[in-house]
Each structure stands twice: as structure tokens, then as C-alpha cells.
């Protein structure tokens, strides 16, 4: 166990609507990263939020959009969903201290658009 | 942008040989240099990372290399198991305030016994 826990584990959907990821860091990591992986692609990062405030964008679409709210928890919101949307989404956290900057991925969620 | 180009897309290896993956970066800011592994299904996992700082870092079986002037590094795993079967993936960041992971597109390791 990672530490980062992400809901729904799996959701299905269909094309135009609208849902929500939700990702809880490890305890104290400042750093909540997005990142979507479609079959037998590689890690495609979407998006870094850093202590509440957005801090990098990859090339997240704009029907996406996230954020980190007081609590350090996270959210992405996918909208207007298409079939190609359909991937596993990861949510990493890290913080940095004194060198300390390792990564630690949820066990993702899967998004089907159907 | 910043870029880590990752190189084999795919490797098959027997049990017991040795297996090497490269990765080249283009940011040359980047100062922490980390390789996870993915196995089907699964989240990815932190296997071995350096920084740049250093040259060279060996844990057990596995090994990772960084050359910062050419602006690459590798990961070496010797005596390969099929258990070692998985994809790898290279990172490359700049340490400072928890910057993002750039990734490379991963590496398909088959050990086959």
C-alpha cells in the first residue's frame, strides 16, 4: 500500500457525460500529480498541483480540469466524455524535504466511456 | 517542453541474462533521475532513482547509470528473473519544490525461462 488512495476504483460511463476523480495523498506529501495511461501507453502526465495551487499543466484537454483543496485531497474532473477518454488514471504524491522527492502512485482509477 | 525519449520499446531477455534500458532527457536542469516498474495491472512502483550528484547506484540486482554531460542514464538489471517481467519506466525532474515527473513511454521486459 502506496499511501495514496484513489476513487472509484473502476467507473463506466457513457460518451458526454461528465465525472469525477477524486485522490487522497500520502499524510504530509505537499505535491498531487495526474497522470492517464491508455492501453499500452506510457505515463502521459496531465497535471501538478503543489500545497493547494497549481504548479504544472501537461497537455491536459480542456474538457479536464482538477484541483487540490485545503486538505491536500485532490480532484479531476473529466467533461463532455469521449470513447478515446477511456484510460487508467493515476494520482501520484511526493513531497519535498532535505532530497526526499519519491513519487508514490495510487493503485489508479479505471475510466470506461462507453 | 521538457522530453524523456526511452529506448527499447520492447525487450526480451533469457532468464539469467542481463537486461539494459536507456533514456535520454532534454532538460538539462533535471537533477533526479528515478525508474519505476509496472506490472500488469498494477500501479507503478519506485524500483531505484538517482541524482545527479552521482555517477553511479547499485541496489542487489539492479543498477542505474547517469551520464549528465550526454544527458543520459540507464538501468541495468542482471540475472534476470521472470518476475522481472514488467515495464519500466524511466523519469527525469528537477527536485526542487516537488517539480513533476516527465516520463519516458516505458519498456516491455519479457524473461523468458
Known amino acids: 500500500d502506496s499511501g495514496v488512495t484513489q476513487t472509484p476504483k473502476h467507473l463506466i460511463t457513457a460518451t458526454g457525460q461528465r465525472v469525477t476523480l477524486r485522490c487522497s495523498p500520502r499524510?504530509?506529501?505537499?505535491?498531487v500529480y495526474w497522470y492517464q495511461q491508455s492501453l499500452d501507453q506510457g505515463l502521459q502526465f496531465l497535471i501538478q498541483?503543489?500545497?493547494?495551487?497549481?504548479?504544472a499543466k501537461g497537455n491536459i484537454l480542456e474538457r479536464f480540469s482538477a484541483q487540490q483543496f485545503p486538505d491536500l485531497h485532490s480532484e479531476l474532473n473529466l467533461s463532455s466524455l469521449e470513447l478515446g477518454d477511456s484510460a487508467l488514471y493515476f494520482c501520484a504524491s511526493s513531497i519535498y524535504r532535505g532530497g526526499d522527492t519519491e513519487a508514490f502512485f495510487g493503485q489508479g482509477t479505471r475510466l470506461t466511456v462507453v | 517542453g521538457e522530453n524523456v525519449e526511452q529506448h527499447p520499446s520492447t525487450l526480451s531477455v533469457q532468464e539469467g541474462d542481463s537486461a539494459v534500458i536507456k533514456c535520454t532527457y532534454s532538460d538539462s536542469a533535471s537533477n533526479y533521475f528515478p525508474w519505476y516498474k509496472q506490472e500488469l495491472g498494477k500501479r507503478p512502483q519506485l524500483i531505484i532513482d538517482i541524482r545527479s550528484n552521482v555517477g553511479e547506484k547499485k541496489d542487489q540486482r539492479i543498477a542505474v547509470t547517469l551520464n549528465k554531460t550526454a544527458k543520459h542514464f540507464s538501468l541495468h538489471i542482471t540475472e534476470t528473473q521472470p518476475e522481472d517481467s514488467a515495464v519500466y519506466f524511466c523519469a527525469a525532474s528537477r527536485m526542487e519544490y516537488g517539480n513533476k515527473l516527465v516520463f519516458g513511454a516505458g519498456t516491455i521486459l519479457r524473461v523468458k525461462s
Open positions: 498541483y503543489y500545497n493547494g495551487e497549481e504548479r
Open positions: 499524510s504530509g506529501d505537499l505535491s
